[in-house]
Each structure stands twice: as C-alpha cells, then as structure tokens.
C-alpha cells in the first residue's frame, strides 16, 4: 500500500505560477514511479508528469505541458513536486498524485493501474 498526500492547489490568474507537492508513504514506495494526472469533471484523467526512482530518474511529461512544467524528485523522503508556470485556463483541473510501478503503467489514468491521492483544485482564471 502507498498513501499519497497532495498540496499546493488553488487560485492563480492566467500567465502565474503554482507549486505542487505529494509525499508518499506506505510500505511498497521505494522505486516506485511518481507523478500527476489531472482531470476536468466529465473528462478521463490526463497524464501531466511522471518521474522514476533514483537520481537519475526518467522523466516524461504530456504534451500539453511540456515547456511550461516540470517535476522533481526527493528519494529521500518520496516527495514529488510539480512546478507549473505560465498556466492558462485550460490548466484547470484537479491534479491527482500517483504512484506506480513503471512509467508506462503510471500513463494510464483509470483508478486501478496505481495508487492515488486524493486530489487538489488547480483554478486558472482572473
């Protein structure tokens, strides 16, 4: 089991900048796959960013963040950090935390390919 606990959404205006935060605990979190998806009501969720264990981990990010996002990784205490700027409208979402066992597996966005947290509001709008 992995818990995974979100901070850091909220309010920003159109070209601003959030920080996301996730630390995960639980006995299955080492070399274990961390990232974001996000999700607008009546939408799949989306793959934002992933990141794998060790400190040269791979790092993948979904095409309509890349450039503007980017993640990062402490393996010492499993935090995962998502660094968003220049964020527009349609950045809107609630941005879940997600742990998995590989990159590949962390893309797919149904409840049951991974571990996930419980969520954070991200409100782009002036």
């Known amino acids: 089991q992995v818990q995974l ?4 959404g909220g309010l920003v205006p159109p070209g601003g900048s ?8 639980g006995r299955a979190t080492s070399r ?11 939408m799949t969720r989306e793959f934002v960013a992933s990141v794998s ?8 990010y979904g095409k309509s963040v ?4 980017t993640i990062s990784r402490n393996n010492n205490n499993n935090t995962v950090h998502l660094q968003m700027n220049d964020l527009g409208p ?5 941005y879940y935390c997600k ?18 947290g419980q969520g954070t509001q991200v409100i782009v709008s002036s």
């Open 5 to 8: 606990i979100e901070s850091g």
């Open 18 to 25: 959030l920080r996301l935060s996730c630390a995960a605990s």
């Open 32 to 42: 274990i796959v961390l990232g974001w998806h996000r999700q607008v009501p009546g």
């Open 53 to 60: 264990w060790g400190s040269g981990g791979s790092i993948f």
């Open 66 to 69: 890349k450039g503007r996002f």
């Open 90 to 94: 349609e950045d809107t979402a609630v």
């Open 99 to 116: 742990a998995a066992s590989d990159s590949a597996t962390f893309r797919d966005g149904t409840p049951s390919s991974g571990y996930w």
